[in-house]
Protein backbone atom coordinates (compact mmCIF):
# COMPACT_ATOMS: atom_id res chain seq x y z
CA UNK A 1 0.00 0.00 0.00
CA UNK A 2 1.13 3.39 -0.89
CA UNK A 3 1.53 6.05 1.92
CA UNK A 4 3.55 8.27 4.47
CA UNK A 5 4.77 6.60 7.35
CA UNK A 6 5.88 8.40 10.59
CA UNK A 7 7.62 6.75 13.46
CA UNK A 8 7.61 6.37 16.53
CA UNK A 9 4.01 7.58 17.10
CA UNK A 10 5.25 8.66 20.89
CA UNK A 11 8.44 9.59 21.74
CA UNK A 12 9.73 11.10 24.88
CA UNK A 13 13.25 13.22 25.32
CA UNK A 14 14.61 15.41 27.85
CA UNK A 15 14.91 18.53 28.03
CA UNK A 16 17.86 19.97 26.08
CA UNK A 17 18.55 16.92 23.50
CA UNK A 18 17.91 16.81 20.16
CA UNK A 19 15.48 14.40 18.43
CA UNK A 20 14.69 13.29 14.95
CA UNK A 21 11.30 12.47 13.70
CA UNK A 22 11.15 9.85 10.84
CA UNK A 23 8.93 10.45 7.65
CA UNK A 24 9.05 8.25 4.49
CA UNK A 25 6.71 7.89 1.36
CA UNK A 26 6.21 5.55 -1.37
CA UNK A 27 3.93 7.69 -3.69
CA UNK A 28 6.75 8.90 -5.40
CA UNK A 29 5.64 12.68 -4.38
CA UNK A 30 8.54 15.34 -5.44
CA UNK A 31 6.92 17.69 -2.86
CA UNK A 32 7.37 16.85 0.88
CA UNK A 33 6.45 19.09 4.55
CA UNK A 34 6.22 19.06 8.05
CA UNK A 35 3.56 20.63 10.48
CA UNK A 36 3.13 21.16 14.30
CA UNK A 37 -0.02 20.82 15.70
CA UNK A 38 -0.77 22.34 18.83
CA UNK A 39 -4.34 22.69 20.27
CA UNK A 40 -6.23 25.37 18.92
CA UNK A 41 -3.64 26.39 16.73
CA UNK A 42 -4.07 24.74 14.00
CA UNK A 43 -1.61 22.98 11.25
CA UNK A 44 1.73 25.51 11.03
CA UNK A 45 4.23 24.49 8.55
CA UNK A 46 8.10 24.25 9.62
CA UNK A 47 9.66 23.45 6.71
CA UNK A 48 8.76 22.03 3.03
CA UNK A 49 10.75 20.72 0.22
CA UNK A 50 10.01 20.36 -3.27
CA UNK A 51 12.89 18.82 -4.45
CA UNK A 52 15.80 16.64 -3.37
CA UNK A 53 18.91 18.11 -1.45
CA UNK A 54 16.65 21.13 -1.25
CA UNK A 55 14.32 22.54 1.29
CA UNK A 56 12.76 26.33 2.56
CA UNK A 57 11.39 27.03 5.53
CA UNK A 58 8.12 27.48 6.62
CA UNK A 59 6.52 29.66 9.43
CA UNK A 60 7.85 28.52 12.68
CA UNK A 61 11.28 26.63 11.84
CA UNK A 62 13.12 28.29 14.73
CA UNK A 63 14.72 25.46 16.32
CA UNK A 64 14.14 22.73 13.70
CA UNK A 65 16.24 21.61 11.17
CA UNK A 66 15.83 18.59 8.02
CA UNK A 67 17.51 17.32 5.35
CA UNK A 68 15.90 15.87 1.85
CA UNK A 69 19.24 13.35 1.26
CA UNK A 70 15.94 10.65 -0.64
CA UNK A 71 13.06 11.52 -2.34
CA UNK A 72 11.64 9.17 -0.07
CA UNK A 73 12.78 10.30 3.30
CA UNK A 74 12.38 13.75 4.94
CA UNK A 75 13.56 13.64 8.55
CA UNK A 76 12.91 16.62 11.12
CA UNK A 77 15.22 17.19 14.24
CA UNK A 78 13.92 19.02 16.98
CA UNK A 79 16.61 20.73 18.40
CA UNK A 80 17.23 21.79 22.20
CA UNK A 81 16.90 25.17 20.80
CA UNK A 82 13.28 25.01 20.48
CA UNK A 83 11.61 26.15 23.67
CA UNK A 84 8.18 24.36 23.69
CA UNK A 85 8.81 21.48 21.38
CA UNK A 86 6.12 18.99 23.05
CA UNK A 87 3.81 18.75 20.26
CA UNK A 88 1.84 16.67 17.83
CA UNK A 89 4.17 16.54 14.69
CA UNK A 90 2.51 15.95 10.98
CA UNK A 91 4.19 15.04 7.97
CA UNK A 92 3.07 15.61 4.81
CA UNK A 93 3.34 15.11 1.03
CA UNK A 94 2.10 16.13 -2.63
CA UNK A 95 2.55 15.05 -6.06
CA UNK A 96 4.48 18.13 -7.22
CA UNK A 97 4.54 20.90 -4.58
CA UNK A 98 1.95 22.80 -6.86
CA UNK A 99 -0.81 25.19 -5.61
CA UNK A 100 -3.64 22.67 -6.24
CA UNK A 101 -1.97 19.92 -4.92
CA UNK A 102 -3.70 17.67 -2.19
CA UNK A 103 -1.34 16.84 0.47
CA UNK A 104 -1.67 13.51 2.14
CA UNK A 105 -0.46 12.84 5.50
CA UNK A 106 1.29 10.50 8.02
CA UNK A 107 -0.60 9.58 10.97
CA UNK A 108 1.56 11.96 13.17
CA UNK A 109 4.21 11.36 15.99
CA UNK A 110 3.98 12.96 19.42
CA UNK A 111 6.74 14.42 20.79
CA UNK A 112 6.63 14.57 24.74
CA UNK A 113 9.78 16.77 25.75
CA UNK A 114 10.23 16.95 30.01
CA UNK B 1 -2.25 38.59 4.49
CA UNK B 2 -3.10 35.24 3.28
CA UNK B 3 -5.67 33.52 6.09
CA UNK B 4 -8.16 31.66 6.94
CA UNK B 5 -10.69 31.50 9.48
CA UNK B 6 -13.14 29.35 10.86
CA UNK B 7 -15.28 30.99 13.35
CA UNK B 8 -16.67 27.82 15.17
CA UNK B 9 -14.01 26.21 17.27
CA UNK B 10 -16.40 23.51 18.61
CA UNK B 11 -19.73 22.44 17.67
CA UNK B 12 -22.20 19.93 18.73
CA UNK B 13 -25.45 18.42 16.84
CA UNK B 14 -27.73 15.44 17.30
CA UNK B 15 -26.90 12.22 15.12
CA UNK B 16 -29.22 13.12 12.43
CA UNK B 17 -29.06 16.66 11.99
CA UNK B 18 -27.58 18.36 9.53
CA UNK B 19 -24.11 20.18 9.64
CA UNK B 20 -22.61 22.98 8.41
CA UNK B 21 -19.00 24.17 9.48
CA UNK B 22 -18.06 27.50 8.24
CA UNK B 23 -15.11 28.63 6.51
CA UNK B 24 -13.60 32.50 5.63
CA UNK B 25 -10.50 32.73 3.64
CA UNK B 26 -8.42 36.20 2.84
CA UNK B 27 -6.38 35.62 -0.58
CA UNK B 28 -5.92 37.94 -2.84
CA UNK B 29 -5.05 35.51 -5.68
CA UNK B 30 -7.65 32.47 -7.20
CA UNK B 31 -7.57 30.25 -4.20
CA UNK B 32 -7.74 26.24 -4.28
CA UNK B 33 -9.84 25.23 -1.48
CA UNK B 34 -9.60 22.15 0.65
CA UNK B 35 -11.38 20.29 3.66
CA UNK B 36 -9.59 17.98 5.82
CA UNK B 37 -10.73 15.75 8.98
CA UNK B 38 -9.05 14.28 11.53
CA UNK B 39 -9.80 11.67 14.15
CA UNK B 40 -8.09 12.43 17.42
CA UNK B 41 -4.49 11.26 17.31
CA UNK B 42 -4.46 10.46 13.78
CA UNK B 43 -3.45 12.64 10.41
CA UNK B 44 -5.03 14.60 8.09
CA UNK B 45 -7.58 13.16 5.64
CA UNK B 46 -8.94 14.85 2.46
CA UNK B 47 -12.97 15.06 2.70
CA UNK B 48 -13.50 17.25 -0.82
CA UNK B 49 -11.68 19.73 -2.65
CA UNK B 50 -12.48 23.16 -5.22
CA UNK B 51 -10.19 24.28 -7.93
CA UNK B 52 -12.79 25.51 -10.36
CA UNK B 53 -15.94 25.10 -12.17
CA UNK B 54 -19.30 24.03 -10.43
CA UNK B 55 -19.05 26.05 -7.35
CA UNK B 56 -20.88 22.93 -5.45
CA UNK B 57 -18.35 20.58 -4.28
CA UNK B 58 -19.13 16.48 -3.52
CA UNK B 59 -16.49 14.44 -1.56
CA UNK B 60 -16.53 11.35 0.86
CA UNK B 61 -18.24 10.56 3.41
CA UNK B 62 -21.63 12.55 1.97
CA UNK B 63 -19.81 15.90 2.79
CA UNK B 64 -20.29 18.97 0.60
CA UNK B 65 -18.96 22.19 0.05
CA UNK B 66 -20.16 25.19 -1.96
CA UNK B 67 -17.51 28.08 -2.65
CA UNK B 68 -18.94 31.46 -2.80
CA UNK B 69 -16.50 33.67 -3.93
CA UNK B 70 -18.44 36.89 -3.38
CA UNK B 71 -18.49 36.15 0.33
CA UNK B 72 -15.07 34.28 0.59
CA UNK B 73 -16.28 31.60 1.70
CA UNK B 74 -15.65 27.66 1.12
CA UNK B 75 -18.33 26.11 4.12
CA UNK B 76 -18.84 22.31 4.33
CA UNK B 77 -22.33 20.25 4.71
CA UNK B 78 -23.57 17.40 5.28
CA UNK B 79 -27.44 16.36 5.51
CA UNK B 80 -27.65 13.72 8.24
CA UNK B 81 -24.61 13.70 10.73
CA UNK B 82 -23.57 10.14 11.84
CA UNK B 83 -21.26 9.60 15.05
CA UNK B 84 -18.67 8.43 13.40
CA UNK B 85 -18.41 12.35 11.97
CA UNK B 86 -17.29 13.63 15.43
CA UNK B 87 -13.31 14.66 14.59
CA UNK B 88 -12.07 17.94 13.84
CA UNK B 89 -12.36 19.22 10.71
CA UNK B 90 -9.89 21.78 9.02
CA UNK B 91 -10.24 24.35 5.88
CA UNK B 92 -7.58 25.11 3.70
CA UNK B 93 -6.39 27.57 0.49
CA UNK B 94 -3.99 26.80 -1.78
CA UNK B 95 -2.76 29.36 -4.39
CA UNK B 96 -3.28 29.26 -8.56
CA UNK B 97 0.06 31.90 -7.93
CA UNK B 98 1.74 29.51 -6.16
CA UNK B 99 4.77 27.34 -7.15
CA UNK B 100 5.61 25.62 -3.62
CA UNK B 101 2.39 23.72 -2.62
CA UNK B 102 1.92 25.37 0.81
CA UNK B 103 -1.65 25.48 2.02
CA UNK B 104 -2.75 27.84 5.03
CA UNK B 105 -4.91 26.30 7.84
CA UNK B 106 -7.55 27.26 9.75
CA UNK B 107 -7.77 26.60 13.15
CA UNK B 108 -9.78 24.00 13.31
CA UNK B 109 -13.53 23.21 14.00
CA UNK B 110 -14.71 19.86 16.84
CA UNK B 111 -17.18 18.73 16.09
CA UNK B 112 -19.16 16.54 18.77
CA UNK B 113 -22.20 14.39 17.77
CA UNK B 114 -24.78 13.93 20.62
CA UNK B 115 -27.07 10.91 20.49
Known amino acids: DGGITQSPKYLFRKEGQNVTLSCEQN?????MYWYRQDPGQGLRLIYY???????QKGDIAEGYSVSREKKESFPLTVTSAQKNPTAFYLC????FGEGNDEQYFGPGTRLTVT | AQSVTQPDIHITVSEGASLELRCNYSYGATPYLFWYVQSPGQGLQLLLK??????LVQGIKGFEAEFKRSQSSFNLRKPSVHWSDAAEYFCAVGALSSNTGKLIFGQGTTLQVKP
Open chain 1, 27 to 31: LNHDA
Open chain 1, 92 to 95: ASSP
Open chain 1, 49 to 55: SQIVNDF
Open chain 2, 50 to 55: YFSGDT
